[in-house]
């Protein structure tokens, strides 16, 4: 179990983490997503006791991170952004040194080497040079030394950057196969990567928590709303369309000749196809065209991580 209350850091004059509190269940694969310089790195450091909080703490298994962070280093596997690897190293040797670090060697070594490279699919990539592997085998590789002791806890910084649309979908069904026995932290400035992978998703904006929750409870909370573009022909009086729910809004009219042009806008939770399509029944209109946009999971994540300005 993670817990992360009222959480700040600061970079000299820039608040980077702005007083986030959250909880991480044991077993749940949590997203962390927001945009470039949200906070999501910084964050995470400090969840692995590399970084030292400006104020607020971070408990790990009611560890607290400035205090046990080598008992928390234990129960932790970190991929830390951009996967710093050894390229002169092959990968054997990489994880012989990573796991020797970690007091793992000998016999003990072996035998969790033999799993790991089964796990991570490194099998037979083993006696290579990390300068001479691919991106993705690159990951594989990170991912392998984040595992390798064996932590509860796995803490991936944008796992997937930079791969290819394949290799994405294979670091993706390992980070959810590990997901099955541990509680991972996964952060991307991507939403489809979140959507893909988490349970549950925290959404960071400029050091501040913008949503929580899983990705229906966030679009249920969301005030989104759907448009309706409507083409109709005869329609003089468009009155009656505004007196059929009180949450709806006719956004536009425009005609051209006996065509009509009209734009209707109400909450998400409603429904008012039907009651359109009856209203201009009843009045002789004839619908020649009816579509509806719906605000998206992408909208709503643009619309909570808009900055300042305008600028997403
Ligand atoms: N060591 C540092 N010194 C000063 N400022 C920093 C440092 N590390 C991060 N920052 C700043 O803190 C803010 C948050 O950075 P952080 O790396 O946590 O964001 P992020 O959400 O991981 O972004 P990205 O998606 O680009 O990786 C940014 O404005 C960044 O420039
Ligand atoms: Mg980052």
Request: net charge negative.
């Amino acid at each position: 179990m993670i817990k992360v209350e009222h959480l700040t850091k600061n970079y000299g004059n820039l608040t980077a983490v702005d007083d986030i509190s959250f909880e991480v269940r044991d077993g749940e694969i949590l997203g962390f997503l927001g945009p470039n310089g949200a906070g999501k790195s910084t964050t995470l450091r400090i969840m692995t006791s590399y970084l030292t909080p400006t104020a607020g703490n971070i408990y790990i298994n009611d560890m607290n991170v400035l205090d046990d962070s080598l008992n928390i280093r234990k129960v932790i596997g970190y991929l830390p952004e951009n996967n710093p690897l050894y390229p002169e190293m092959t990968v054997y040797d990489f994880l012989r040194f990573t796991a020797a670090v970690r007091g793992i060697e000998g016999n003990a070594f072996t035998i969790r080497l033999k799993e790991v490279s089964e796990l991570c699919g490194l099998k037979g990539v083993i006696q290579k040079k990390i300068s001479e592997l691919s991106k993705g085998y690159r990951q594989r590789t990170g991912l392998a030394q984040a595992i390798f002791h064996n932590p509860e806890i796995l803490i991936l910084d944008e796992p997937t950057t930079g791969l290819d649309p394949n290799q994405i979908v294979e670091i993706r069904n390992l980070i959810k196969q590990l997901g099955k026995e541990k509680t991972v932290v996964i952060s991307s400035h991507i939403l489809q990567e979140i959507q893909a992978t988490a349970d549950r998703m925290i959404i960071i904006n400029q050091g501040k928590i913008a949503a929580d929750g899983t990705i229906d409870e966030i679009m249920g909370s969301f005030m989104g709303l759907t448009r309706l573009h409507l083409e109709v022909e005869n329609a003089d009086d468009v009155s009656p369309l505004s007196k059929l729910h009180p949450d709806l809004k006719i956004v536009e009219t425009l005609s051209n000749g006996p065509v009509r042009k009209i734009v209707l806008e109400y909450p998400n939770k409603l429904d008012l196809r039907k009651d359109v399509f009856k209203c201009a029944v009843a009045r002789k209109w004839e619908i020649l065209e009816m579509t509806r946009h719906r605000t998206s999971l992408e909208d709503m994540f643009r619309i909570l991580t808009v900055k300042e300005g305008g600028e997403a």
